[in-house]
Nanobody, 125 residues
């Protein structure tokens, strides 16, 4: 079992920045590929970014490429999402997710084994 707790969400003006954190507890964090997803009101949850177990590879949705950065600190059991140049359309609940020993298909939410409860990000225009 892995427990995931997101933090760092809030209200920010367009053009601003936020850093989300996801703290993991339970099994060895370095055994898990990690992803961030988001769900805006009235929309389906969508992929944002993922990072491999050792942090050596990352991948982003086109909508956030160049603005968001995913990283991880395995010694701290934490994955981060640094968000810059935020836009109102980035407003959503952001979720982190963990995939045991995963390396492919990480853009697909049903590949993940564990999910956090989400943190709200609101970007005002």
């Amino acid at each position: 079992q892995v427990q995931l707790v997101e933090s760092g969400g809030g209200l920010v003006q367009a053009g601003g920045s936020l850093r989300l954190s996801c703290a993991a507890s339970g099994r060895a964090f370095s055994d898990y590929a990690m992803g961030w997803f988001r769900q805006a009101p009235g929309k389906e949850r969508e992929f944002v970014a993922h990072i491999t177990r050792n942090g050596g590879s990352t991948y982003y949705a086109d909508s956030v490429k160049g603005r968001f950065t995913i990283s991880r600190a395995n010694a701290k059991n934490t994955v981060y999402l640094q968000m810059t140049s935020l836009k109102p359309e980035d407003t959503a609940v952001y979720y982190c997710a963990a995939k045991y020993w995963g390396s492919s298909g990480l853009e697909t939410e049903n590949r993940y084994d564990y999910w956090g409860q989400g943190t709200q990000v609101t970007v005002s225009s």
